[in-house]
Every structure is written in C-alpha cells, then in structure tokens.
C-alpha cells in the first residue's frame, strides 16, 4: 500500500485560462453585423447597376461613343477589362462567362455577384436605394454614438506618441511578420486600426453616401453643388465605383487578420462583447 502511496506522482495545478476584458459595446457590434450584411446587399445590386452601362467616364457625360477610362466587355469570343490604354483577358470571370445551365452571358459581371442574379436593372435599383437608407440612417446613427457615446475618445483617439513615424513604421512591420499584440495591448486598438476604421467610418462611407446622392437627378435639382464637387455626375460614379473597390479591399484584409489573429476569439468578442486576452509568448533567451 505504501508502495503505491510513494508512486503516485503529484499532478500539476490546470493553467488559468487568460483573462477576459468586454471589448466591444452593444453599439459597435450591432453596427458592425447591420453594416456588413448592407455593404454586401449594396455592392451585389450596385453591380448590376454596372452591368446596365459597364463603362467609367470624368467629367458631366458619358455615353456609348465616349471615350471610357475604364469598361467591361466582351467581343469575338472573350471577355475583356480595359483601363486606359491597357487591355486585359477576362474571359470566364468578367465581360463573357458561362452560367450554371452552361449558356454563354456577356454581361461584365456574373449573375453570381450580383442581386438580382438574372440581369434586371430595376429590380437592382430597388435593392440598392433601399440599402442605402439602410446604410445612411445606421451610420449617421453609429457616428453621433461614436462621438457622444465616448467611442471616439475612447477606443479610435489617436494620441500623440502614436502619430511618430517610427510607431506607425514599427506597427506595420507587426503586422507584416503577423506579430499580433498579446496581453492588454490585445484589446486596444493599434494606430493602423485606429487610422482604418476612423477613415472608413468618417471618410469612405460619408463619401460613398454623397457620390450616390450625385448622380441622383432628383438631389441635382435640389444640390446642384454636389455636381460642382465632384466634378460632374459621371465623375462622381467614378468615385463611387473606386470607393467600393476601397471598400472591398479593407473588407478582405479586415477578414484576413481575423483569422490570422484567431478567428474564434474575434468572432465571439463581436457577437457577445467579451475578448479573451492573449497570453503573452515567451522570448527568446526566457526560461522554460
């Protein structure tokens, strides 16, 4: 008995799991789920609305016989992309594709990007504008929060030691090597998030707002100085392309460092509001 007494081996006590901090207030994470599920309806619609006219003009006009600085088309047998001067094949993906009964479809984007699936340009108008009361009245709302809710000041402020250069420089090379912040640093936001979603938040999105305004023949009438803002309605749907492009783009690294950086604990401190903090990582040279 006393033979099995001393064999037995003491068990070590369970680690603690790291702590937890609430990250994300109610606000933030119910703006973030309605703007996602906005962004992506208005996008899917929007190109439809390019399909109708898939060519980019500057300036007050554009039609068939202009000259476009960017189109999507299709002649002989492909597709193409054209930018300026510069001619790309996009023959399966954009301008001339197959759909899923195996016709051939020469629209510039394929039913599957875009709402409704099948070409009508009504239907995406409809789809569109009423989003885009969505996507106004829910970020007006967000942005007076941000301000008065203490958002801004507290969580987006970019203090002064963070606009060094040598701060800016030394976070994107974290972030180009993937060396994501552990600890309480984990929950703040760094100078790179602060400087994204503050320009999304107060720049991209009110812009996308306005150049959608512009090319309103009703907002014309009764703003004609969009029309000298933007440098004409053509112009500003240029812009308006471009800027949802800009939008896609954050959308993809956004997405990017969420799994890159844990996609479980991400995704459960914007549904529920509570961010288990990382343990820190030991350095080299540190004992075991």
Known sequence: MRDMEEDQSPVAPAAAPPPRVYRH????RLWHWINAATLLVML????????????????????????????????????????????????????????ANGATKTWAFPGWATIPTSYSLADGRRWHLFFAWVLAISLTLYMLWTVIGGHLRKDLHVRRPEWSPGHIWQDIKDHARLRFPTGEAAARYNILQKLSYIGVIFVLLPLMIATGLTMSPGMNAAAPWLLDLFGGRQSARSIHFILAWALV????????????????????????????????KPRAGDDA
């Open 25 to 28: 207030r109610l606000p933030t």
């Open 44 to 99: 899917m619609s929007g190109l439809m609305i390019f399909n109708a006219h898939p060519r980019l003009y500057w300036g007050q006009y554009g039609a068939n016989y202009d000259q476009p600085w960017l189109s999507i088309g299709s002649k002989a047998n492909r597709g193409y992309l054209r930018i300026a001067a510069v001619e790309i094949d996009t023959t399966g993906v954009l301008g001339r594709w197959t759909d």
């Open 249 to 280: 783009a954050f959308f993809l690294v956004h997405i990017a460092m969420v799994l890159l950086a844990g996609p479980v604990n991400e995704l459960r401190s914007m549904l529920t509001g509570w961010f288990r903090l990382p343990a820190d």
